[in-house]
C-alpha cells in the first residue's frame, strides 16, 4: 500500500523552508541567478528588437541563435537552482551554502529529468490530442444533436489527463535525480502512486499567492493598454496592440532592472524554495517504502 503524505504536512515544510532557510537557500543558488542574469541582460535586447521585427523572416532567423542561447541557459540555470535547493531540502548538503558548485552531477540529472518529461509529454499530448480529436469527430457526426458537449467533454477530459500525468511525473523529478542519482520518470510516477489528490491540493495551495501576484502584475502592464483598446478597432490594430503588449513585458526587466531583478530573484527563492521544501518532505515519506532508506 502507498504511503499517504500529509497535506498539511507538505504545505507547512514549503513555507518553513522557503521562509525560515532564506538565507542558505539564496547561497544555493546564487551561482546559476547571476548566470542566468547576466545571460539576460546581453541577449534580451536583440531578442526585443526581434520581437518588434517578428513579421521579418530574416531578422527572426538572425536572432534565433540568441534566442536558442538563452532558452538553454534558461534550462540550465533552473536545473542547478532546483538541484541545489533540493539537496538542501533533503539535508545532503555539506560545507558552506555560499561557496557551492551547483553545476555538478545532480544538475546534469536534473536538466535530463526535466528535458525527458518535456518530450514524454509532448508525445503523450499529441498522442491525446489525436485520439481526442478523432473520437470527437465520430461522436459528433453519430450524435449530432450533443455533438458539441461531447466534444467539449472530451477535450476537458484531455486536460485532466495531461494534469494528472504531468503532476505525476513532475513531482520527484528533482528528488530521485539528487536523491538516488538517476534519471527516471518511472521512479517519479511509482513514488506518487495514491497521492495525487494530496499533491495536486498541497501545490494548489502553495502556487496560488504566485498566480494572484502574476494576474495583478499583468494587469499592472496591460492597463495602460486597456485604454487604447475600443470596439471599432480593425484587426491590425488589435495585432498593433498585442505586439505592444509583448514589447512591454520583455523590456520591463531591461528599463526597471533595479527592481525587476530583485523581485525576480525573491520570487524565485520563494517559489522553488516552496517546491522543493514540499517535494523534499513528500519524498521523505514515501521513499523508505519505495526502496532508498539509505537517502537518509
Given at each position: ?30 551561482i ?23 513579421r ?6 538572425v536572432?534565433?541563435?540568441m534566442?536558442?542561447?538563452l ?34 552531477a545532480?544538475?546534469?540529472?536534473t ?8 518530450l ?8 491525446l ?6 473520437a470527437?469527430g465520430i461522436?459528433?457526426?453519430?450524435v449530432?444533436?450533443?455533438?458539441v458537449?461531447?466534444?467539449i ?37 511509482q ?13 494548489s ?6 498566480v494572484?501576484l502574476?494576474i ?8 495602460p ?14 495585432t498593433?496592440?498585442q ?13 526597471f ?22 517535494a523534499?518532505y513528500?519524498y ?13
Amino acid at each position: 500500500m502507498a504511503a499517504r503524505i500529509p497535506v498539511g504536512g507538505m504545505i507547512a515544510r514549503a513555507y518553513g523552508f522557503a521562509f525560515g532557510n532564506i538565507v542558505s537557500n539564496l547561497g544555493a543558488i546564487w551561482i546559476p541567478v547571476a548566470l542566468l542574469w547576466t545571460a539576460t541582460y546581453y541577449l534580451q535586447p536583440p531578442l526585443a528588437t526581434q520581437l518588434q521585427a517578428q513579421r521579418d523572416p530574416q531578422a527572426a532567423l538572425v536572432e534565433a541563435p540568441m534566442l536558442l542561447a538563452l532558452t538553454a541557459i534558461g534550462f540550465i540555470a533552473q536545473s542547478a537552482q532546483l538541484a541545489a535547493l533540493t539537496k538542501e531540502a533533503l539535508g545532503l548538503r555539506s560545507g558552506n551554502a555560499f561557496l557551492q558548485f551547483p553545476f555538478g552531477a545532480a544538475m546534469w540529472r536534473t536538466l535530463g529529468s526535466t528535458l525527458l518529461f518535456f518530450l514524454v509529454m509532448m508525445i503523450i499530448y499529441i498522442g491525446l490530442v489525436l485520439v481526442t480529436v478523432i473520437a470527437g469527430g465520430i461522436t459528433a457526426v453519430i450524435v449530432k444533436t450533443y455533438g458539441v458537449f461531447i466534444v467539449i467533454a472530451l477535450f476537458l477530459a484531455l486536460f485532466c489527463a495531461l494534469l494528472y500525468i504531468a503532476t505525476r511525473l513532475s513531482f520527484f523529478l528533482s528528488a530521485v535525480a539528487v536523491a538516488e542519482h538517476k534519471v527516471s520518470l518511472i521512479r517519479a510516477w511509482q513514488l506518487t502512486a495514491g497521492n495525487f489528490w494530496r499533491i495536486f491540493a498541497a501545490m494548489s495551495v502553495i502556487l496560488a499567492p504566485f498566480v494572484i501576484l502574476e494576474i495583478v502584475f499583468l494587469g499592472f502592464l496591460l492597463a495602460p493598454l486597456f485604454h487604447s483598446f475600443h470596439a471599432s478597432m480593425t484587426p491590425l490594430e488589435i495585432t498593433a496592440l498585442q505586439q505592444q503588449f509583448v514589447m512591454t513585458v520583455s523590456e520591463f526587466p531591461q528599463r526597471f532592472w533595479y527592481v525587476a531583478y530583485p523581485l525576480g530573484l525573491l520570487a524565485t527563492l520563494l517559489l522553488y524554495g516552496m517546491y522543493t521544501g514540499a517535494a523534499a518532505y513528500a519524498y521523505r515519506a514515501v521513499a523508505e517504502q519505495g526502496g532508498a532508506p539509505e537517502v537518509f
